[in-house]
């Protein structure tokens, strides 16, 4: 099949979250398909970076856009039902090219690559399109919307009801709607979302997070993650505010590193504590993670995969999340991980860790073990192989559907 494929963010390198699946799904599709990539590019260095893709698939178009640009597009669109993510996202010349290339009618599937890219294809129903929202956002704006103060929480309320439109919208349209877990696809049901709907894994290259050969520094606990998203600058503000000060307490020799690019101001204060390390980006995570005795992800909003915790549990090294965390992995709490519902246990499940080495290898040989039965990318491409035929075989019945609404 000759197939389009189009996301908000441009896929290469593949450095976090959403990218980290995007590029993935193209290096698989694009061993027996031809792969034409669309994307953005906000920055002349990303537009570079993004020539990276080229031995992943046929074809590849980057179109830069400017932040003060879309930013401006937002307060035009703010009393209309178009979400601020749709147009942050938008590009005018995308959008021509990926009329034009529809038009010629030379692709025999489209895949669009979350909700913010959903309205430069719908207009184009003729052939099989997938939906793959990866994390279900109107359900994370809320999240936000409840730790925000006013009038930010009725800017992200509103947020949420323009995106979960869009949700609607695309779950109607498009010949099937996926997300990253179990979890999203039953947010999705709560929605009254059910129909078309189907979900497939991140997986973890287990060759590239492999354990390490030297041993893990003592009294080492290890945060990873992009610090200027919201949700991973919140957990570690508060951790380092209720959390940190009884484990010091305790273990005095107990250090923390925060490891990951775009460090707020908020973030960057937290290495005035003691004890405390804020790293900024690093060529590489996977030595941060092998000196550790164990890293935490206790978030308190957390949609879809949690890819740190999946790539700690590679490479061998145990984890204490959340429990709102710990459900964005396929892995059982005592099992594979251990998991905190407050900041009472998160301290405690910490401690239980670092004072158990007999633990600490039980939990990293099974958590690795998990990660490559539940979340190795083969696995799940076979899961998405799946979808997309069933896709394609459903197409004339959604398509007829869609334009009776």
């Not at 696809?185 to 354990?211: H, I, K, R, T």
């Not at 979808?387 to 869609?402: F, K």
Request: hydrophobic letters at 45%; proline letters at 5%; glycine letters at 6%.
């Amino acid at each position: 099949m000759r197939i389009l494929f189009v996301s908000h963010r441009f896929p290469y390198p593949p450095t976090f979250g959403s990218k980290v699946r995007a590029f993935n799904i193209i290096k698989h599709l694009a061993r027996s398909h031809e792969v034409s990539v669309l994307s953005l590019a906000r920055s002349d260095d990303e537009a570079r970076e993004a020539a990276g893709i080229a031995p992943f698939c046929r074809d590849f178009s980057v179109f830069r856009v400017h932040n003060a640009l879309q930013v401006a597009k937002l307060g035009l669109l703010l009393p209309t039902t178009v979400s601020a993510s749709e147009a942050f996202f938008h590009s005018a010349g995308m959008r021509r090219e990926i009329d034009q290339r529809l038009a010629s009618r030379s692709y025999d599937f489209v895949f669009a690559h979350c909700s913010a890219v959903g309205r430069y294809v719908e207009p184009h129903r003729g052939l099989p399109m997938l939906m793959d929202l990866c994390d279900v956002d109107s359900r994370k704006w809320l999240d936000y919307a409840a730790v925000k103060p006013w009038p930010l929480s009725m800017g992200y309320r509103w947020e949420a009801w323009r995106v979960e439109r869009a949700e609607r919208r695309q779950a109607q349209t498009f010949d099937r709607v996926t997300v990253a877990t179990r979890g999203e696809a039953e947010s999705l049901a709560a929605m009254g979302v059910g129909q078309g709907v189907d979900w497939f894994a991140n997986g973890v290259d287990l060759e590239y997070f492999q354990p390490g050969d030297v041993a893990a520094q003592e009294e080492l606990v290890t945060f990873v993650g992009r610090m200027d998203y919201f949700p991973n600058e919140q957990c570690m503000v508060e951790f380092c505010a209720r959390t940190w000060p009884r484990l010091r307490q305790l273990r005095p020799n107990l250090r923390l590193q925060i490891v990951g690019a775009a460090p707020t101001a908020r973030v960057l204060a937290l290495a005035a504590i003691d004890g405390v390390t804020v790293t900024g980006a690093v060529p590489d995570v996977r030595p941060y993670v092998r000196a550790s005795t164990l890293t935490i992800a206790p978030l308190s909003i957390a949609r879809g995969t949690q890819n740190k915790i999946l790539e700690s549990m590679a490479m061998g090294v145990p984890v204490v999340a959340s429990t709102i965390a710990a459900a964005g992995v396929d892995a059982v709490p005592e099992e594979h991980l251990l998991a905190a519902a407050n900041d009472d246990e998160l301290a405690a499940q910490i401690l239980r860790l670092l004072g158990d080495a007999g633990l600490r290898r039980r939990l990293a040989a099974a958590g690795r073990e998990r990660v490559a039965s539940h979340h190795d990318w083969p696995q799940a491409m076979a899961r998405m192989d799946r979808i997309m035929a069933a896709c394609s075989a459903n197409h004339g019945r959604v398509g007829q559907e869609a334009a009776a609404l």
